[in-house]
Protein backbone atom coordinates (compact mmCIF):
# COMPACT_ATOMS: atom_id res chain seq x y z
CA UNK A 1 0.00 0.00 0.00
CA UNK A 2 2.82 2.33 0.89
CA UNK A 3 4.94 1.83 -2.42
CA UNK A 4 6.36 4.60 -3.77
CA UNK A 5 5.13 4.17 -6.59
CA UNK A 6 1.59 5.18 -5.58
CA UNK A 7 2.47 8.01 -3.62
CA UNK A 8 3.91 9.17 -7.18
CA UNK A 9 0.77 9.26 -9.18
CA UNK A 10 -0.75 11.66 -6.97
CA UNK A 11 2.28 13.84 -5.54
CA UNK A 12 4.22 14.30 -8.77
CA UNK A 13 1.86 14.32 -11.44
CA UNK A 14 -1.81 15.08 -10.31
CA UNK A 15 -1.86 17.37 -7.72
CA UNK A 16 1.08 19.35 -6.57
CA UNK A 17 2.50 21.67 -9.30
CA UNK A 18 0.98 24.78 -8.63
CA UNK A 19 -0.17 24.35 -5.13
CA UNK A 20 1.39 26.19 -2.05
CA UNK A 21 3.97 27.57 -4.32
CA UNK A 22 2.45 31.23 -5.11
CA UNK A 23 -0.75 30.58 -2.98
CA UNK A 24 -0.61 28.22 0.20
CA UNK A 25 -4.63 28.41 -0.35
CA UNK A 26 -5.23 27.44 -3.42
CA UNK A 27 -5.45 24.84 -5.96
CA UNK A 28 -4.75 25.60 -9.93
CA UNK A 29 -4.50 21.77 -10.79
CA UNK A 30 -3.70 20.35 -14.26
CA UNK A 31 -6.84 20.10 -16.36
CA UNK A 32 -6.73 16.17 -16.78
CA UNK A 33 -7.49 16.44 -13.15
CA UNK A 34 -11.17 17.84 -13.40
CA UNK A 35 -11.75 16.16 -17.25
CA UNK A 36 -11.93 12.59 -18.33
CA UNK A 37 -8.58 11.23 -18.16
CA UNK A 38 -7.95 10.89 -14.65
CA UNK A 39 -11.41 10.69 -12.44
CA UNK A 40 -12.78 7.91 -14.27
CA UNK A 41 -12.76 4.59 -11.79
CA UNK A 42 -12.03 2.67 -9.06
CA UNK A 43 -8.46 2.54 -9.19
CA UNK A 44 -7.65 6.35 -9.89
CA UNK A 45 -9.73 6.92 -6.63
CA UNK A 46 -7.63 3.94 -4.93
CA UNK A 47 -4.56 5.73 -6.53
CA UNK A 48 -5.32 9.62 -5.43
CA UNK A 49 -6.08 8.42 -1.57
CA UNK A 50 -3.28 6.64 -1.19
CA UNK A 51 -1.71 10.09 -2.18
CA UNK A 52 -4.02 12.13 0.23
CA UNK A 53 -1.87 9.75 3.30
CA UNK A 54 1.35 10.77 1.39
CA UNK A 55 0.96 14.47 1.40
CA UNK A 56 0.12 14.06 5.46
CA UNK A 57 3.14 12.37 5.99
CA UNK A 58 4.99 14.78 3.91
CA UNK A 59 3.52 17.58 5.80
CA UNK A 60 4.43 15.99 9.75
CA UNK A 61 7.83 14.22 8.29
CA UNK A 62 10.19 14.43 5.60
CA UNK A 63 9.14 17.62 3.73
CA UNK A 64 11.63 16.44 0.29
CA UNK A 65 10.60 12.48 0.74
CA UNK A 66 13.28 12.47 -2.11
CA UNK A 67 16.57 13.77 -0.42
CA UNK A 68 19.23 11.72 2.29
CA UNK A 69 17.36 11.51 5.78
CA UNK A 70 20.48 13.01 6.98
CA UNK A 71 19.58 16.27 5.10
CA UNK A 72 15.92 16.07 5.26
CA UNK A 73 14.56 15.64 8.77
CA UNK A 74 11.38 17.36 10.22
CA UNK A 75 10.96 15.67 13.85
CA UNK A 76 7.21 16.91 13.78
CA UNK A 77 5.71 14.91 16.58
CA UNK A 78 8.39 15.03 19.12
CA UNK A 79 9.24 18.53 19.02
CA UNK A 80 5.60 19.85 18.97
CA UNK A 81 3.98 17.27 21.03
CA UNK A 82 5.99 15.30 23.07
CA UNK A 83 9.09 18.04 24.17
CA UNK A 84 7.02 21.19 24.15
CA UNK A 85 7.12 22.23 27.87
CA UNK A 86 8.14 18.84 28.83
CA UNK A 87 9.70 17.75 32.12
CA UNK A 88 12.74 16.68 30.27
CA UNK A 89 16.54 17.30 30.42
CA UNK A 90 18.73 17.47 27.58
CA UNK A 91 22.07 15.11 28.17
CA UNK A 92 24.61 16.34 25.26
CA UNK A 93 25.74 19.45 24.30
CA UNK A 94 24.98 20.76 20.38
CA UNK A 95 21.52 19.77 21.14
CA UNK A 96 20.22 23.36 22.37
CA UNK A 97 16.66 22.48 20.81
CA UNK A 98 15.78 20.57 24.05
CA UNK A 99 16.36 23.51 26.68
CA UNK A 100 14.56 25.89 24.40
CA UNK A 101 11.62 23.56 23.56
CA UNK A 102 10.77 22.45 27.28
CA UNK A 103 11.14 26.53 28.24
CA UNK A 104 8.79 27.15 25.97
CA UNK A 105 11.38 29.72 23.92
CA UNK A 106 10.02 29.25 20.69
CA UNK A 107 11.68 31.96 18.76
CA UNK A 108 15.11 31.24 19.31
CA UNK A 109 13.74 27.39 18.19
CA UNK A 110 12.29 28.80 15.01
CA UNK A 111 15.25 31.00 14.57
CA UNK A 112 18.13 28.91 15.17
CA UNK A 113 20.97 28.77 12.51
CA UNK A 114 23.75 26.79 12.13
CA UNK A 115 24.49 23.16 14.19
CA UNK A 116 21.28 20.87 14.11
CA UNK A 117 19.17 23.73 12.48
CA UNK A 118 20.97 22.64 9.04
CA UNK A 119 19.64 19.13 8.95
CA UNK A 120 15.97 20.21 10.55
CA UNK A 121 14.57 23.51 9.39
CA UNK A 122 13.10 24.45 12.69
CA UNK A 123 10.62 27.31 10.42
CA UNK A 124 8.54 24.43 8.60
CA UNK A 125 7.15 24.43 12.15
CA UNK A 126 5.82 27.98 11.59
CA UNK A 127 3.93 27.10 7.99
CA UNK A 128 0.73 25.81 6.87
CA UNK A 129 1.30 25.51 3.29
CA UNK A 130 1.63 21.70 3.67
CA UNK A 131 -1.53 20.88 5.59
CA UNK A 132 -3.36 22.87 3.16
CA UNK A 133 -1.84 20.57 0.28
CA UNK A 134 -3.47 17.71 1.76
CA UNK A 135 -6.66 19.29 2.93
CA UNK A 136 -6.90 20.96 -0.80
CA UNK A 137 -6.73 17.49 -2.09
CA UNK A 138 -9.06 15.91 0.13
CA UNK A 139 -11.41 18.77 -1.00
CA UNK A 140 -11.52 17.57 -4.64
CA UNK A 141 -11.72 14.63 -3.68
CA UNK A 142 -14.82 14.84 -1.82
CA UNK A 143 -16.01 16.82 -4.76
CA UNK A 144 -15.07 13.79 -7.19
CA UNK A 145 -15.95 10.80 -6.14
CA UNK A 146 -19.70 10.90 -6.00
CA UNK A 147 -19.47 11.74 -9.89
CA UNK A 148 -17.90 8.76 -10.87
CA UNK A 149 -19.43 6.18 -12.83
CA UNK A 150 -18.13 2.74 -12.50
CA UNK A 151 -20.09 -0.49 -12.01
CA UNK A 152 -17.17 -1.70 -10.23
CA UNK A 153 -17.13 0.94 -7.55
CA UNK A 154 -20.17 0.18 -5.51
CA UNK A 155 -21.82 2.70 -3.07
CA UNK A 156 -19.96 1.37 -0.20
CA UNK A 157 -16.82 2.14 -2.14
CA UNK A 158 -17.85 5.41 -2.45
CA UNK A 159 -18.88 5.87 1.19
CA UNK A 160 -15.75 4.30 2.25
CA UNK A 161 -13.20 6.99 -0.11
CA UNK A 162 -15.03 9.38 0.86
CA UNK A 163 -14.91 9.08 4.32
CA UNK A 164 -11.43 8.71 4.02
CA UNK A 165 -10.78 11.97 2.19
CA UNK A 166 -13.15 13.87 5.20
CA UNK A 167 -11.05 12.08 7.99
CA UNK A 168 -7.20 13.48 5.97
CA UNK A 169 -9.03 16.86 5.79
CA UNK A 170 -10.34 17.26 9.18
CA UNK A 171 -7.22 15.54 10.88
CA UNK A 172 -5.12 18.31 8.98
CA UNK A 173 -7.40 21.25 10.81
CA UNK A 174 -6.88 19.63 13.95
CA UNK A 175 -3.29 19.68 14.00
CA UNK A 176 -3.18 23.11 12.84
CA UNK A 177 -5.50 24.64 15.40
CA UNK A 178 -3.28 22.74 18.20
CA UNK A 179 -0.56 24.35 16.34
CA UNK A 180 -1.47 28.14 15.29
CA UNK A 181 -5.36 29.13 16.89
CA UNK A 182 -7.34 30.02 14.73
CA UNK A 183 -6.82 29.19 11.05
CA UNK A 184 -8.50 29.89 7.36
CA UNK A 185 -11.10 27.10 6.74
CA UNK A 186 -12.38 25.94 3.28
CA UNK A 187 -13.50 22.52 1.93
CA UNK A 188 -14.90 23.78 -1.27
CA UNK A 189 -12.62 22.41 -4.36
CA UNK A 190 -10.27 24.18 -6.45
CA UNK A 191 -10.35 27.00 -4.14
CA UNK A 192 -8.56 30.05 -6.12
CA UNK A 193 -8.79 33.13 -3.48
CA UNK A 194 -7.89 34.42 -0.17
CA UNK A 195 -8.59 33.84 3.07
CA UNK A 196 -8.97 35.05 6.50
CA UNK A 197 -8.27 33.26 9.68
CA UNK A 198 -11.43 31.50 11.04
CA UNK A 199 -11.89 31.26 15.38
CA UNK A 200 -10.49 27.97 15.92
CA UNK A 201 -13.55 27.12 18.33
CA UNK A 202 -15.69 27.25 14.64
CA UNK A 203 -13.40 25.40 12.72
CA UNK A 204 -13.43 22.92 15.17
CA UNK A 205 -17.19 22.65 15.05
CA UNK A 206 -16.85 22.61 11.29
CA UNK A 207 -14.62 19.79 11.67
CA UNK A 208 -16.57 17.71 14.29
CA UNK A 209 -20.10 18.50 11.67
CA UNK A 210 -17.94 16.94 8.61
CA UNK A 211 -17.07 14.07 10.49
CA UNK A 212 -20.39 13.17 11.48
CA UNK A 213 -21.31 13.43 7.67
CA UNK A 214 -18.54 10.63 6.71
CA UNK A 215 -17.57 8.76 9.28
CA UNK A 216 -20.11 6.20 9.35
CA UNK A 217 -18.99 5.37 5.63
CA UNK A 218 -15.51 4.04 7.05
CA UNK A 219 -15.28 0.70 7.73
CA UNK A 220 -14.58 -0.59 11.24
CA UNK A 221 -11.30 -2.34 10.20
CA UNK A 222 -9.91 -3.55 6.79
CA UNK A 223 -9.50 -8.02 6.12
CA UNK A 224 -6.09 -6.84 4.59
CA UNK A 225 -3.84 -6.54 7.38
CA UNK A 226 -1.67 -3.84 5.83
CA UNK A 227 -4.12 -1.59 5.85
CA UNK A 228 -4.99 -1.87 9.47
CA UNK A 229 -5.02 1.69 11.18
CA UNK A 230 -2.72 3.12 8.19
CA UNK A 231 -5.67 3.57 6.46
CA UNK A 232 -8.83 5.83 7.74
CA UNK A 233 -11.03 3.44 9.71
CA UNK A 234 -14.44 4.39 11.24
CA UNK A 235 -12.45 4.19 14.99
CA UNK A 236 -9.85 6.41 13.98
CA UNK A 237 -12.59 8.94 12.81
CA UNK A 238 -14.15 8.72 16.47
CA UNK A 239 -11.06 9.30 18.13
CA UNK A 240 -10.48 11.99 16.26
CA UNK A 241 -13.79 13.81 16.48
CA UNK A 242 -13.11 12.89 20.53
CA UNK A 243 -10.05 14.69 20.23
CA UNK A 244 -12.06 17.51 18.54
CA UNK A 245 -14.55 18.07 20.76
CA UNK A 246 -12.26 17.79 24.39
CA UNK A 247 -10.86 20.75 22.52
CA UNK A 248 -13.54 22.73 22.03
CA UNK A 249 -14.92 22.03 25.46
CA UNK A 250 -11.50 23.53 26.78
CA UNK A 251 -11.91 26.58 24.41
CA UNK A 252 -15.26 27.28 24.44
CA UNK A 253 -16.22 26.54 28.11
CA UNK A 254 -20.01 27.69 27.64
CA UNK A 255 -20.77 24.91 25.65
CA UNK A 256 -18.38 22.25 27.24
CA UNK A 257 -21.25 20.34 28.74
CA UNK A 258 -22.59 19.31 24.93
CA UNK A 259 -19.21 18.56 24.20
CA UNK A 260 -18.54 16.45 26.61
CA UNK A 261 -22.01 14.22 25.79
CA UNK A 262 -20.60 14.23 22.23
CA UNK A 263 -17.58 12.47 23.21
CA UNK A 264 -19.31 10.26 25.68
CA UNK A 265 -21.49 9.54 22.57
CA UNK A 266 -19.20 8.80 20.26
CA UNK A 267 -17.08 6.24 22.87
CA UNK A 268 -20.40 4.54 23.17
CA UNK A 269 -21.04 4.36 19.05
CA UNK A 270 -17.26 2.41 18.74
CA UNK A 271 -17.74 0.20 21.77
CA UNK A 272 -21.23 -0.56 20.83
CA UNK A 273 -21.79 -0.74 17.48
CA UNK A 274 -18.88 -2.54 16.10
CA UNK A 275 -15.13 -1.41 18.11
CA UNK A 276 -15.13 -4.47 20.04
CA UNK A 277 -15.27 -7.03 17.13
CA UNK A 278 -12.35 -4.84 15.65
CA UNK A 279 -10.05 -3.31 18.01
CA UNK A 280 -8.59 -4.63 21.54
CA UNK A 281 -5.98 -3.44 24.16
CA UNK A 282 -3.34 -5.90 22.84
CA UNK A 283 -1.35 -7.63 26.11
CA UNK A 284 1.90 -5.42 26.99
CA UNK A 285 3.80 -8.87 25.92
CA UNK A 286 3.26 -7.94 22.60
CA UNK A 287 4.24 -4.52 22.79
CA UNK A 288 6.63 -4.78 19.56
CA UNK A 289 3.60 -5.55 17.70
CA UNK A 290 1.17 -2.70 18.97
CA UNK A 291 4.31 -0.61 17.72
CA UNK A 292 5.52 -1.81 15.21
CA UNK A 293 2.19 -0.84 13.75
CA UNK A 294 -1.15 -2.54 11.85
CA UNK A 295 -2.30 -4.03 14.93
CA UNK A 296 -5.50 -4.33 16.58
CA UNK A 297 -4.93 -1.66 18.97
CA UNK A 298 -3.93 0.76 16.59
CA UNK A 299 -6.31 3.31 15.38
CA UNK A 300 -4.10 5.42 13.02
CA UNK A 301 -0.78 5.60 12.23
CA UNK A 302 2.05 6.77 9.53
CA UNK A 303 3.77 3.59 8.52
CA UNK A 304 7.90 3.47 8.04
CA UNK A 305 9.56 0.47 6.25
CA UNK A 306 12.94 0.39 5.37
CA UNK A 307 12.34 -1.68 2.63
CA UNK A 308 10.08 1.02 0.82
CA UNK A 309 12.70 3.79 1.43
CA UNK A 310 10.70 5.26 4.56
CA UNK A 311 12.54 5.97 7.37
CA UNK A 312 11.56 8.86 10.08
CA UNK A 313 15.54 9.18 11.05
CA UNK A 314 16.17 11.56 14.03
CA UNK A 315 12.75 12.69 13.67
CA UNK A 316 11.21 9.70 15.79
CA UNK A 317 10.65 10.63 19.27
CA UNK A 318 12.56 7.27 19.82
CA UNK A 319 15.59 8.54 18.64
CA UNK A 320 15.84 10.65 21.72
CA UNK A 321 15.41 7.75 24.39
CA UNK A 322 17.56 4.58 22.77
CA UNK A 323 21.48 4.04 22.84
CA UNK A 324 23.26 0.83 22.22
CA UNK A 325 22.74 -1.84 21.63
CA UNK A 326 18.91 -0.30 19.87
CA UNK A 327 21.25 2.31 18.48
CA UNK A 328 24.81 2.13 16.88
CA UNK A 329 27.67 0.85 19.10
CA UNK A 330 29.30 3.97 20.22
CA UNK A 331 26.00 5.97 21.39
CA UNK A 332 26.12 4.78 25.00
CA UNK A 333 23.48 6.91 26.06
CA UNK A 334 20.39 8.63 25.46
CA UNK A 335 19.83 12.34 24.39
CA UNK A 336 16.82 13.21 27.15
CA UNK A 337 15.54 11.54 30.38
CA UNK A 338 12.72 13.02 32.38
CA UNK A 339 13.08 14.33 35.47
CA UNK A 340 12.90 11.94 38.44
CA UNK A 341 10.36 13.55 40.24
CA UNK A 342 7.86 13.19 37.03
CA UNK A 343 8.60 8.92 36.64
CA UNK A 344 8.29 8.44 40.63
CA UNK A 345 4.89 10.66 39.60
CA UNK A 346 4.01 8.41 36.86
CA UNK A 347 5.45 5.04 38.45
CA UNK A 348 5.41 4.44 41.76
CA UNK A 349 8.70 2.55 43.03
CA UNK A 350 6.08 0.67 45.49
CA UNK A 351 3.07 0.14 42.82
CA UNK A 352 2.88 -2.71 40.11
CA UNK A 353 2.66 -1.94 36.63
CA UNK A 354 3.90 -3.65 33.67
CA UNK A 355 4.81 -0.71 31.71
CA UNK A 356 7.83 -0.15 34.22
CA UNK A 357 9.45 -3.60 32.77
CA UNK A 358 7.48 -3.73 28.89
CA UNK A 359 8.25 -0.18 28.07
CA UNK A 360 11.56 1.19 30.24
CA UNK A 361 14.00 -0.67 31.98
CA UNK A 362 13.12 -0.04 36.02
CA UNK A 363 17.20 -0.05 36.84
CA UNK A 364 17.68 3.40 35.43
CA UNK A 365 14.10 4.76 34.39
CA UNK A 366 14.76 7.39 37.40
CA UNK A 367 18.02 7.85 36.78
CA UNK A 368 17.87 11.19 35.56
CA UNK A 369 20.84 10.15 33.42
CA UNK A 370 21.51 9.17 29.94
CA UNK A 371 20.89 5.65 30.76
CA UNK A 372 17.29 6.30 30.53
CA UNK A 373 15.83 4.15 28.02
CA UNK A 374 12.30 3.54 26.41
CA UNK A 375 11.73 0.35 25.40
CA UNK A 376 8.46 0.89 22.98
CA UNK A 377 10.47 1.52 20.29
CA UNK A 378 12.83 -1.22 20.20
CA UNK A 379 11.91 -2.09 16.78
CA UNK A 380 14.75 -1.70 15.15
CA UNK A 381 16.68 -2.09 11.73
CA UNK A 382 20.26 -1.31 10.11
CA UNK A 383 20.40 1.36 7.66
CA UNK A 384 23.70 2.05 6.33
CA UNK A 385 21.97 5.03 4.76
CA UNK A 386 21.20 6.38 8.15
CA UNK A 387 23.31 7.81 11.47
CA UNK A 388 22.52 5.12 13.71
CA UNK A 389 20.77 2.07 13.68
CA UNK A 390 16.90 3.51 13.93
CA UNK A 391 13.70 2.22 15.20
CA UNK A 392 11.25 0.54 12.33
CA UNK A 393 8.18 1.21 14.39
CA UNK A 394 5.05 3.39 12.70
CA UNK A 395 4.69 7.02 14.46
CA UNK A 396 1.55 6.31 16.13
CA UNK A 397 -1.12 9.30 15.64
CA UNK A 398 -4.10 7.43 18.17
CA UNK A 399 -4.65 4.25 19.76
CA UNK A 400 -7.30 2.84 21.56
CA UNK A 401 -6.84 3.62 25.11
CA UNK A 402 -7.11 7.59 23.64
CA UNK A 403 -10.76 6.22 23.31
CA UNK A 404 -10.96 5.43 27.10
CA UNK A 405 -9.24 7.82 28.60
CA UNK A 406 -10.99 10.33 26.48
CA UNK A 407 -14.12 9.32 27.22
CA UNK A 408 -13.38 8.42 31.01
CA UNK A 409 -12.66 12.64 31.04
CA UNK A 410 -15.25 13.23 29.03
CA UNK A 411 -17.92 11.45 31.72
CA UNK A 412 -15.68 12.62 34.73
CA UNK A 413 -17.09 16.14 34.23
CA UNK A 414 -20.43 15.09 33.43
CA UNK A 415 -20.59 13.24 37.11
CA UNK A 416 -20.65 10.13 35.86
CA UNK A 417 -17.54 8.66 37.42
CA UNK A 418 -18.54 5.08 37.67
CA UNK A 419 -19.05 4.47 34.08
CA UNK A 420 -15.61 6.79 34.11
CA UNK A 421 -13.45 4.68 36.08
CA UNK A 422 -14.77 1.50 34.55
CA UNK A 423 -13.00 2.95 31.40
CA UNK A 424 -9.77 4.24 32.93
CA UNK A 425 -9.16 1.12 34.87
CA UNK A 426 -9.44 -1.00 31.56
CA UNK A 427 -6.23 0.56 30.19
CA UNK A 428 -5.00 0.10 34.07
CA UNK A 429 -5.84 -3.67 34.20
CA UNK A 430 -3.88 -4.24 30.78
CA UNK A 431 -0.93 -2.78 32.34
CA UNK A 432 -1.78 -4.98 35.90
CA UNK A 433 -1.84 -1.56 37.98
CA UNK A 434 -4.33 -1.30 40.80
CA UNK A 435 -7.96 0.13 40.06
CA UNK A 436 -8.44 3.97 40.57
CA UNK A 437 -10.89 4.64 42.73
CA UNK A 438 -14.10 7.23 43.13
CA UNK A 439 -11.83 10.11 45.16
CA UNK A 440 -14.19 12.78 43.94
CA UNK A 441 -13.98 14.74 40.86
CA UNK A 442 -10.82 16.64 41.03
CA UNK A 443 -8.64 13.53 41.52
CA UNK A 444 -10.53 11.42 39.13
CA UNK A 445 -9.45 14.26 36.42
CA UNK A 446 -5.63 14.48 37.98
CA UNK A 447 -5.54 10.39 37.86
CA UNK A 448 -7.06 10.35 34.68
CA UNK A 449 -4.66 12.82 33.47
CA UNK A 450 -1.22 11.46 34.66
CA UNK A 451 -2.66 7.70 33.21
CA UNK A 452 -2.76 9.82 29.54
CA UNK A 453 1.01 10.56 30.70
CA UNK A 454 1.88 6.96 31.27
CA UNK A 455 0.16 5.62 28.34
CA UNK A 456 1.19 7.70 26.30
CA UNK A 457 5.04 8.88 26.62
CA UNK A 458 6.53 9.82 23.46
CA UNK A 459 3.48 9.26 21.52
CA UNK A 460 3.07 13.42 21.09
CA UNK A 461 -0.19 13.57 23.53
CA UNK A 462 1.77 15.52 26.17
CA UNK A 463 1.87 19.15 25.30
CA UNK A 464 -1.61 19.22 23.98
CA UNK A 465 -3.32 17.87 27.52
CA UNK A 466 -0.96 20.19 29.26
CA UNK A 467 -2.43 22.92 27.10
CA UNK A 468 -6.14 21.32 27.03
CA UNK A 469 -6.77 21.06 30.71
CA UNK A 470 -4.92 24.14 31.36
CA UNK A 471 -2.46 22.80 33.24
CA UNK A 472 -0.07 25.17 31.61
CA UNK A 473 -1.19 28.07 34.08
CA UNK A 474 -1.30 25.88 37.22
CA UNK A 475 1.61 26.71 39.25
CA UNK A 476 0.35 23.82 41.53
CA UNK A 477 1.27 21.31 38.49
CA UNK A 478 4.98 20.56 39.51
CA UNK A 479 5.88 19.16 35.55
CA UNK A 480 7.10 21.45 32.68
CA UNK A 481 6.78 25.32 31.53
CA UNK A 482 4.18 27.10 33.10
CA UNK A 483 2.54 30.83 32.23
CA UNK A 484 -0.11 33.20 33.71
CA UNK A 485 -3.49 32.74 32.35
CA UNK A 486 -3.01 36.19 30.52
CA UNK A 487 0.07 34.81 28.84
CA UNK A 488 -1.85 31.81 27.83
CA UNK A 489 -4.73 34.10 26.46
CA UNK A 490 -2.54 36.02 24.51
CA UNK A 491 -1.57 32.73 22.33
CA UNK A 492 1.68 31.35 24.23
CA UNK A 493 0.71 27.99 24.02
CA UNK A 494 0.70 28.42 19.64
CA UNK A 495 3.24 28.75 17.50
CA UNK A 496 4.00 31.23 15.62
CA UNK A 497 3.07 31.51 11.64
CA UNK A 498 4.88 32.31 8.95
CA UNK A 499 5.12 35.76 7.72
CA UNK A 500 5.34 34.12 4.02
CA UNK A 501 1.54 33.22 4.95
CA UNK A 502 0.48 36.68 3.99
CA UNK A 503 2.34 36.77 0.69
CA UNK A 504 -0.96 36.43 -0.94
CA UNK A 505 -3.33 36.53 1.77
CA UNK A 506 -2.94 39.30 3.15
CA UNK A 507 -5.78 39.29 5.53
CA UNK A 508 -3.79 36.81 7.31
CA UNK A 509 -3.04 38.08 11.08
CA UNK A 510 -0.10 36.47 12.83
CA UNK A 511 0.14 35.21 15.88
CA UNK A 512 1.28 38.36 17.73
CA UNK A 513 2.13 36.82 20.54
CA UNK A 514 5.67 35.92 19.00
CA UNK A 515 6.02 38.95 17.44
CA UNK A 516 6.34 40.96 20.57
Not at 296 to 318: D, T, V
Not at 376 to 385: D, Q, S, T, W
Not at 479 to 488: A, D, K, M, P, R
Request: contains cysteine.
Amino acid sequence: MMKKTLYIVLTGALLLGNLGCKKFLSLNPPSDLSGNNFWRNKSDVERYTNGLYELFREAVFRPDMTAPISQNNFAFFAWSGDLRGAPVIGTQSGREYFALLTQNDVNRVVNWSGGWATTFNPKRLTQWDRFFKTIASANIAIDRIPTIDDPSMSDADKARYLGEAAFMRNVCYFFMVRLYGDVPYYTVPYYNGSLKRQPMAEVLKSCSADLDVYRKGLPWTYDNPALLAVRAMRGSAIVLQMHINMWLAAFDEVNQEAYYRKVDALGDELWNEGGKQAYELLPLTRTKEIFKGRSREGLFEIPQNINYGESFGWSAFADNVLYAPYKRAGINDSYIYYIPDFMYELYPQDKADLRKTAWFNPATMYSGTGKFIMLKYANVYANENAEDVNPDDNQIVFRLPDVNLLQAEALTHLGDRAKALRLVNEVRARAGAEPFLDEGEEQVLDNIFFERCREFMGEAQYWYDVVRTKRITDLQYRYGFHCSTEQFKAGAWTWPIDPAARTNNPDIVLNQYWLN
